[in-house]
């Protein structure tokens, strides 16, 4: 049956705008046309996000605290320590990502593989996975933020799925890969996403704690952009969207792209705010649930194989261009920087992007096999989101067995967490019980993506736990300056490995874990 829909979804996606034989100006059109949208769709919710919810966007605040660092009073002696202590941090996080490349010569090798409680909960993705990076997070994190997600990674990986997996034969075929939409992973994708559109977010107090948070509300809303500016933006561009992209992709009607606009301000809402708790942007799950609707609403017949993957393409650069100009907002934010300074910069950037883009993938696609079984650039994900597309064409009834209905209790489950923890809020607040009510988003995330991370982060605030019970106020003067050494160190790292990468340059060693059973086996192989 999927063999046989995959040729039909050839066959009836066969057009001369196909992805195939789409022309470079053609994508940096459709770049142009798509990109902007997502910068005045968060617009309106800078001040709920970053001076109401109070998010923490660790990147962005690691980032504040680097250039704040360039910018402290001279002479100021607590400052200097910061700095040192920053750039301390930075220059061993950049040290340990660097020595932990050497062991990461193929896939499942490294440090970033070690399977620290063993080899079955590594298996079920739980692990240290070596990540400076997650543990500064964690640093700047509230506690109930990364409780939450290790929660959430408990329920799932600990309990649900393994539970799920013991019917595997009865609610899904036992022949799929792990990472098929109609198995496990259909489970895992889906639940996470639902139980994200019920979270709406929590409350807190918008009353400014101290002087210097006085000062940046002041600063973050005096050169900000009117609502109604953001609001005239996002129709404007949006009525471009909806009569040009029909005329790159055929199979997309003006009102499917309607449709996109409508839902589209909601999920850059809920990344944004993923992002804005555990510095995670979940742009691509959202892209495959519009793969999914906008597939099976158009049907195989009419291309809707072409149409989910170009609905995706929408869908993501609206939600993950929200979620990056919400971080520099934060930025902003903590450095007294102008918001319409940060706004017109993210769409100097996107507009470099478009450009940009589309040239070094034309580069790869005439110069390598991209997409090729065994070549160097096999594209996997493109493999991977074609075949959601094909799912989504053959509608629910590809689901596997009890999806839906799980999606909808957990998804009901969000919005009860929410009320029990706004009802906690209103009604009592001798103990502040509502604090210790997990997050539903937060929980949402490892569903999908394992609990490795939470385990990175929740050693952050471990840390930073101990470090206030020992010394609270040199754990609060230096807590914000480790983490940002330690985020922007091992994020720096990602720019020569990607440099080495291109240059053909491998790591020399493969670092891997057996059970000692399989050791055997490969020692007697190999004897």
């Given at each position: 049956?999927?063999?046989?829909?995959?040729?039909?979804?050839?066959?009836?996606?066969?057009?001369?705008?196909?992805?195939?034989?789409?022309?470079?100006?053609?994508?940096?059109?459709?770049?142009?046309?798509?990109?902007?949208?997502?910068?005045?769709?968060?617009?309106?919710?800078?001040?709920?996000?970053?001076?109401?919810?109070?998010?923490?966007?660790?990147?962005?605040?690691?980032?504040?605290?680097?250039?704040?660092?360039?910018?402290?009073?001279?002479?100021?002696?607590?400052?200097?320590?910061?700095?040192?202590?920053?750039?301390?941090?930075?220059?061993?996080?950049?040290?340990?990502?660097?020595?932990?490349?050497?062991?990461?010569?193929?896939?499942?090798?490294?440090?970033?593989?070690?399977?620290?409680?063993?080899?079955?909960?590594?298996?079920?993705?739980?692990?240290?996975?070596?990540?400076?990076?997650?543990?500064?997070?964690?640093?700047?994190?509230?506690?109930?933020?990364?409780?939450?997600?290790?929660?959430?990674?408990?329920?799932?990986?600990?309990?649900?799925?393994?539970?799920?997996?013991?019917?595997?034969?009865?609610?899904?075929?036992?022949?799929?890969?792990?990472?098929?939409?109609?198995?496990?992973?259909?489970?895992?994708?889906?639940?996470?996403?639902?139980?994200?559109?019920?979270?709406?977010?929590?409350?807190?107090?918008?009353?400014?704690?101290?002087?210097?948070?006085?000062?940046?509300?002041?600063?973050?809303?005096?050169?900000?952009?009117?609502?109604?500016?953001?609001?005239?933006?996002?129709?404007?561009?949006?009525?471009?969207?909806?009569?040009?992209?029909?005329?790159?992709?055929?199979?997309?009607?003006?009102?499917?792209?309607?449709?996109?606009?409508?839902?589209?301000?909601?999920?850059?809402?809920?990344?944004?705010?993923?992002?804005?708790?555990?510095?995670?942007?979940?742009?691509?799950?959202?892209?495959?649930?519009?793969?999914?609707?906008?597939?099976?609403?158009?049907?195989?017949?009419?291309?809707?194989?072409?149409?989910?993957?170009?609905?995706?393409?929408?869908?993501?650069?609206?939600?993950?261009t929200a979620s990056d100009l919400m971080q520099d907002f934060?930025?902003?934010?903590?450095?007294?920087?102008?918001?319409?300074?940060?706004?017109?910069?993210?769409?100097?950037?996107?507009?470099?992007?478009?450009?940009?883009?589309?040239?070094?993938?034309?580069?790869?696609?005439?110069?390598?096999?991209?997409?090729?079984?065994g070549s160097s650039y096999p594209a996997p994900y493109g493999?991977?989101?074609?075949?959601?597309?094909?799912?989504?064409?053959?509608?629910?009834?590809?689901?596997?067995?009890?999806?839906?209905?799980?999606?909808?209790?957990?998804?009901?489950?969000?919005?009860?967490?929410?009320?029990?923890?706004?009802?906690?809020?209103?009604?009592?607040?001798?103990?502040?019980?509502?604090?210790?009510?997990?997050?539903?988003?937060?929980?949402?995330?490892?569903?999908?993506?394992?609990?490795?991370?939470?385990?990175?982060?929740?050693?952050?605030?471990?840390?930073?736990?101990?470090?206030?019970?020992?010394?609270?106020?040199?754990?609060?003067?230096?807590?914000?300056?480790?983490?940002?050494?330690?985020?922007?160190?091992?994020?720096?790292?990602?720019?020569?490995?990607?440099?080495?990468?291109?240059?053909?340059?491998?790591?020399?060693?493969?670092?891997?874990?057996?059970?000692?059973?399989?050791?055997?086996?490969?020692?007697?192989?190999?004897?």
């Amino acid at each position: 049956m999927s063999k046989s829909i995959a040729a039909q979804g050839d066959e009836g996606n066969s057009t001369p705008n196909n992805v195939k034989n789409l022309s470079l100006g053609w994508m940096i059109g459709f770049l142009f046309v798509v990109s902007f949208i997502g910068l005045f769709s968060i617009v309106p919710l800078r001040k709920v996000m970053i001076m109401k919810y109070k998010l923490t966007y660790p990147s962005g605040t690691a980032t504040a605290y680097l250039i704040n660092s360039f910018h402290t009073p001279k002479g100021a002696k607590l400052a200097k320590k910061q700095v040192w202590v920053l750039f301390k941090l930075f220059g061993c996080s950049f040290a340990s990502a660097f020595f932990q490349w050497f062991f990461s010569a193929g896939d499942g090798c490294g440090f970033s593989n070690f399977p620290t409680f063993g080899l079955q909960a590594y298996a079920q993705r739980f692990y240290f996975d070596f990540s400076l990076t997650y543990v500064g997070v964690g640093l700047i994190c509230p506690y109930m933020v990364n409780a939450s997600l290790l929660i959430g990674a408990i329920i799932s990986w600990g309990i649900m799925w393994p539970l799920i997996e013991l019917n595997k034969g009865i609610w899904y075929r036992s022949d799929l890969s792990p990472t098929s939409l109609h198995g496990i992973q259909g489970y895992r994708v889906f639940i996470a996403i639902a139980m994200m559109l019920g979270d709406d977010g929590e409350i807190t107090n918008l009353s400014p704690e101290n002087y210097d948070e006085q000062r940046r509300n002041e600063y973050f809303l005096r050169d900000e952009i009117p609502t109604w500016q953001a609001f005239l933006g996002y129709d404007i561009l949006a009525f471009i969207s909806i009569l040009a992209v029909p005329l790159i992709f055929p199979q997309l009607k003006w009102y499917h792209v309607l449709m996109a606009y409508i839902i589209a301000p909601l999920l850059a809402f809920c990344n944004a705010y993923a992002c804005g708790l555990t510095d995670w942007s979940l742009a691509s799950n959202y892209g495959k649930l519009a793969i999914i609707v906008f597939s099976a609403w158009i049907g195989l017949e009419n291309g809707g194989v072409v149409a989910g993957l170009a609905s995706c393409g929408v869908m993501m650069s609206i939600v993950s261009t929200a979620s990056d100009l919400m971080q520099d907002f934060k930025t902003g934010y903590l450095t007294l920087a102008s918001p319409r300074s940060m706004f017109f910069s993210q769409a100097l950037g996107t507009a470099m992007g478009c450009i940009i883009s589309p040239l070094i993938f034309w580069f790869f696609y005439k110069a390598y096999d991209i997409g090729q079984p065994g070549s160097s650039y096999p594209a996997p994900y493109g493999v991977m989101y074609r075949g959601i597309a094909l799912i989504g064409v053959e509608g629910i009834s590809s689901f596997p067995k009890h999806c839906l209905e799980l999606c909808i209790g957990f998804f009901f489950l969000a919005i009860a967490i929410n009320a029990i923890r706004e009802l906690l809020q209103r009604f009592e607040t001798k103990y502040g019980a509502y604090r210790v009510v997990p997050s539903p988003m937060c929980m949402a995330i490892p569903f999908f993506l394992g609990g490795y991370f939470a385990i990175d982060m929740c050693l952050g605030s471990l840390i930073v736990f101990v470090w206030r019970r020992l010394n609270k106020r040199k754990a609060e003067n230096f807590a914000p300056s480790v983490a940002a050494g330690l985020i922007c160190g091992e994020s720096l790292w990602g720019l020569p490995a990607a440099i080495l990468a291109l240059a053909g340059i491998k790591p020399p060693i493969c670092m891997k874990f057996l059970s000692a059973s399989v050791n055997s086996k490969v020692d007697a192989f190999l004897g």
